[in-house]
């Protein structure tokens, strides 16, 4: 088929008003970075890999990432060590134009599912653009499962005061995917598409 002109057109501005209508975006100068688990809560375990440890581990390459672009950034934990949710919410209390970023990875009793998902809480609109905006950013350059974005009840997220998500990285069951979630140039190229979902969030809200 021979595109016309026209079409074409149509095709761009019909995107783009979608695009206007659909992700509001955010301005935000500051993510707090949640290291999901530590301390005496390990998380999910497979396979030899140990979810607190990978989830500090890919916190910090995003929170160089984010530096380097000139963001603030606070990390509810920087060691192996036990957080309370409720602590790792109340980072971001009290700063203003901040989002809260939490990371972890994912078990199933179904080993053979894997993938990639993002959550937010229930009836947060920012919530769900900023989930969006990274969960589309996620296997773009991995060929990995894409599960979406949902709502989901979480207690770091009902207790943050600010627009937040929950990213999983990957199921530690699967032993494909779990393979991947061990290798650093994985971590560094999901750290790399998680920043980039940020910062096309932020672009928008521009
Ligand atoms: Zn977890």
């Known amino acids: ?30 993510v707090v970075i949640d290291p999901g688990h530590g301390g005496k809560d390990p998380g ?16 910090k390459r995003i929170e160089k990432l984010l530096v380097g672009k000139g963001i603030e ?21 009290n700063s203003p134009d901040t989002i809260l970023l939490s990371l972890h990875f ?8 894997s993938g990639t998902e993002t959550l937010y ?3 947060s609109e920012k919530g ?20 979406g974005f949902r709502p989901e009840r979480l207690k770091v997220l009902e207790l943050a005061p600010v627009t937040g998500i929950l990213v999983e990285c990957g199921f530690l069951t699967n032993r494909w995917e779990c393979q991947r979630c061990g290798a650093e140039w994985f971590r560094q190229i999901v750290a790399e598409e ?3 979902g940020l910062l096309r969030y932020r672009e928008a809200g521009q």
Do not use: C
């Not at 990390?75 to 980072?91: P, Q």
């Not at 994912?106 to 599912?113: E, F």
């Not at 769900?128 to 599960?147: D, I, M």
């Open 121 to 123: 809480w229930p009836g």
């Open 1 to 30: 088929m021979r595109w016309s002109l026209p079409s074409i057109l149509l095709i761009i501005v019909t995107g783009s008003l979608v695009t206007v209508m659909v992700h509001g975006g955010e301005v935000f100068n500051k």
């Open 73 to 93: 950034v606070e990390m509810t934990r920087r060691e192996d060590v036990y957080v309370e949710l409720a602590d790792r919410s109340a980072v971001a209390a």
């Open 194 to 196: 998680i920043v980039q």
């Open 106 to 113: 994912n078990a199933h009793a179904d080993r053979s599912i």
């Open 128 to 147: 769900r653009e900023l989930a969006s905006y990274v969960q589309s950013e996620l296997g773009r350059r991995l060929v990995t499962r894409n599960r």
């Open 44 to 59: 999910s375990i497979g396979f030899g890999l140990v979810e607190k440890e990978l989830t500090l581990d890919i916190a």
